[in-house]
Structures are given as structure tokens and as C-alpha cells.
């Protein structure tokens, strides 16, 4: 391998890595925020909603609800 391939190789070995940081930390976010949702699903649920009203309030379908409090 010649020098300017293992300077190419190690510029892209970096943005590489800087980009699958980014992409973790996206996906870490978007878990977080699902897990709140469903932690405030069930609080709802233990301090008395129906899952109709839980629907109406959180605008989520029944049936998506149903699945979510299920998992």
C-alpha cells in the first residue's frame, strides 16, 4: 500500500468513526425519548387512565398503544 492510500485510508477511517459516533448517539436519543413515552403511558395507566383516554391525550392509536404497554 502505497503512502497516499494509507493517508486516504486513515482520513476515511476517521470520518468513518466521527459519523458512526453521530449515528449512536441519534439512535441512543431516539430510544430515550421511546422509553419516556412508554414510562408516561404506563404512570397514566397506574394512576387510573383508560387506554382510550391515554390515546386521546398522547394522539396514539388504541391499538399502537396496546402494543407498546404489551412489550
Keep these: 500500500m502505497c ?3 494509507k493517508r486516504w485510508l486513515e482520513v476515511k477511517s476517521k470520518e468513518w468513526k466521527v459519523e ?3 449515528l449512536g448517539i441519534k439512535q441512543g436519543i431516539e430510544q ?3 422509553l419516556g413515552q412508554v414510562l ?5 395507566l397506574k ?3 383508560s387506554v382510550n ?3 386521546k391525550v398522547c394522539s396514539i ?3 399502537s398503544l ?3 404497554l404489551s412489550d
Aim: net charge negative; charged share 30%.
Design 40 to 44: 408516561l403511558y404506563k404512570t397514566m
Design 47 to 49: 394512576n387510573g387512565m
Design 61 to 63: 392509536s388504541v391499538e
Design 20 to 22: 458512526g459516533i453521530e
Design 32 to 34: 430515550g425519548v421511546e
Design 66 to 68: 396496546k402494543q407498546v
Design 3 to 5: 503512502e497516499a492510500e
Design 53 to 55: 383516554e391515554i390515546s
